[in-house]
């Protein structure tokens, strides 16, 4: 009687002593491998007293949930934490939207434990508003072994020629070479890989980063085009707005040889019991030594309730933690965002991934991708999106991607 007397008043006058950690988490890992990874983190939060509130939206690449989380947040009803690339982050961190991070960050030594270059992307006016979870990377061929072998080719394509000759003689043989979604934010990732092959790492820096005019319109930028017109002739005729998961198991089950995807397509073959090196093969598009990264992160947005509050604080922590580094990325296909997190349970992909990271930092090839929104503000992303599947669907000359791309971005500026 006395405890049920007692109880309210407690409450009332001790309300962070008594919040359950709450989050709503607003993400958009719907696929095999990625419910896998979502679902550890989820375990790791309520395993140390939260309460998880799952708010998943469908949609690879993440548009339909950046479409979600806009009017959520216009109705006031913005999610505790949200999947967010790092130009997002800087939108909504402007619009004064997210919560800062910096006690957390503070007491965890994210200073001393994230790379500098996360570090940077993680923050707003030098504070931190978001947290990473891993480095993903684009520049991936996934291919079939035994599709390969059957036109005796041992090997993944050194060069976009050797590439073109290995599809021809796969596509003579019946099978589909290259397996692509068609849907705008995959044919970029196809585009950016095609740029960083062609034109190199700085071509990429000053085309797709700099935006600069004299590389856009450069006959690079046209040779780019011309192999995405070849690439075109590579794909089925079903291509058209498959989802990439589904593209991925194009090449699982042997209806194509390779599909040129982010390493979360890892994350399906090992979802699906595949082994790399055996099953599949995944080694990195042509080019000399770059590196195209995309690195997943939550944004906490500002919101009121202790309990609230609490739970973003701890998803924040368990986050940046070496054990959930190591458990989510091996589930995921990525590699940790964490420095020092023990790699002997990585397998291949994700040890040459390592490597090749670490490679990139001295040679300026450490690039962020622009298909899945690393590179750019929305609205200029948005303008290579719409040139490049506007290309890649019509007829459209090499010439005239360039006057349209010249233009789009002009647009976007605006
Ligand atoms: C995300 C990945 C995700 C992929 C496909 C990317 O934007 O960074 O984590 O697996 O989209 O949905």
């Known amino acids: 009687m006395l405890a049920a007397i007692c109880l ?57 949930a950046m479409t979600v989380l806009r009017s959520r947040v216009l109705s006031g009803d913005a999610p505790t934490a949200v999947q967010l690339k790092s130009p997002a982050i800087l939108e909504w961190a402007e619009q004064g939207a997210l919560a800062n991070l910096d006690d957390v960050a503070t007491k965890e030594h994210w200073n001393d434990i994230l790379p500098k270059r996360l570090q940077t992307l993680m923050q707003y006016d030098g504070h931190y508003v978001a947290v990473p979870v891993n480095i993903h990377r684009t520049d991936m061929i996934w ?16 060069s976009w020629d050797e590439f073109n000759t290995l599809a021809e003689k796969l596509q003579a043989k019946g099978v589909i070479p290259l397996a692509l979604g068609g849907q705008p934010w995959q044919e970029v990732i196809l585009f950016e890989n095609v740029v960083l092959g062609i034109g190199g790492t700085e071509f990429y820096q000053k085309a797709l980063i700099d935006l600069d005019e004299e590389a856009l319109k450069s006959d690079t930028m046209k040779k780019v085009f011309d192999e995405m017109r070849i690439l075109r002739g590579f794909v089925d005729a079903d291509f058209s707005g498959r989802d990439w998961n589904l593209t991925t198991a194009m090449v699982m089950n042997g209806k194509a040889a390779m599909q040129i995807m982010g390493d ?34 939550f944004a906490m947005f500002e919101v009121s309730g202790d309990d609230k509050v609490a739970g973003q604080k701890l998803l924040a922590e368990l986050i940046v933690g070496e054990k959930f580094q190591e458990t989510f ?75 349209k791309l010249l233009e789009n971005i002009e647009l976007a500026r605006d």
Request: glycine share 12%.
């Open 143 to 158: 291919a079939n072994p035994e599709l390969l072998a059957s036109v005796g080719a041992g090997d993944v394509p050194k």
């Open 329 to 403: 990325n091996l589930l995921k296909g990525s590699i940790p965002a964490r420095l020092g997190v023990p790699m002997d349970k990585f397998d291949e992909c994700a040890l040459q991934s390592e490597k090749d990271m670490q490679a990139s930092q001295g040679s300026d090839g450490f690039l962020p991708s622009v298909g899945v929104d690393m590179a750019l503000p929305g609205a200029l992303t948005g303008a290579i999106v719409d040139t490049v599947t506007s290309h890649f669907n019509s007829d459209m000359s090499s010439d005239d991607a360039v006057s």
């Open 8 to 64: 309210p008043v407690f409450a009332l006058t001790m309300p962070n002593a008594r919040a359950e950690p709450t989050v709503e988490v607003l993400h958009y890992w719907t696929s095999g491998g990625e419910a896998k990874a979502a679902s550890a983190l989820k375990k790791d939060f309520e395993g140390h007293g939260g309460k998880w509130i799952d708010s998943p939206v469908a949609g690879g690449g993440g548009s339909a």
């Open 264 to 297: 979360w397509a890892k994350g399906e073959f090992l979802a699906a019991g595949k082994v790399p090196g055996k099953d599949f093969l995944c080694v990195s598009t042509p080019s000399k030594d770059g590196y195209l990264f995309n690195t997943d992160s």
